[in-house]
């Protein structure tokens, strides 16, 4: 296999990787949503992070969230998802959405947390459908190069 083929498997193989890892985004953020639970909720603080790589990181606030559980219990997390827009302040009150099994798995009820999952995991399973279709371009170009060559060069 020529180099040109190789570097197509290449491609192919991380497309395919990007593709799986972009369904199970959108899988998990669909379970998330379809078993979450709503209670009234405020916003205790919000922690701030830099996400992505150290030449372009970007500040995320992620929300800490305290809501009451139909126990009596009051649960107090880091909200599962951030938000560079639309960052929310202390004492604001809010619709939580968590997971009734692990309350501590919960983020705030809005339009933007809901579509991020979905969002993302399209993009990875389009970027990764990208990658596989170049690989295989890759591959079929190595190896009709590879016999173009091997004609020119034997007699």
């Known amino acids: 296999m020529g180099t040109l083929a190789a570097t197509g498997a290449i491609f192919a193989v991380l497309g395919a990787l990007f593709g799986v890892l972009g369904y199970r985004i959108a899988r998990a953020g ?4 379809r078993r979450a639970v709503r209670a009234p ?19 995320t606030g992620f929300p800490v969230l305290r809501f009451t559980l139909p126990d009596g219990r009051v649960v107090e997390t880091e909200s599962r998802t951030g938000t560079t827009a639309d960052v929310r302040k202390e004492g604001e009150a ?9 309350p501590g798995q919960a983020r705030v009820d809005s339009a933007s947390s809901t579509a991020a999952s979905p ?12 990658f596989v279709l170049l690989g295989l371009a ?18």
């Open 94 to 102: 809010v619709t939580v959405l968590y997971d009734p099994a692990d």
């Open 41 to 59: 909720g405020e916003i205790t603080d919000v922690h701030w992070r830099s996400i992505g790589p150290a030449s372009g990181t970007t500040l």
């Open 30 to 33: 669909r379970s998330f949503d």
């Open 138 to 155: 890759l591959i079929v170009a190595g190896i009709a190069l590879d016999d173009a060559l091997t004609a020119v060069i034997s007699p």
């Open 119 to 130: 969002l993302a995991g399209a993009l990875f399973m389009v970027m990764g459908g990208a």
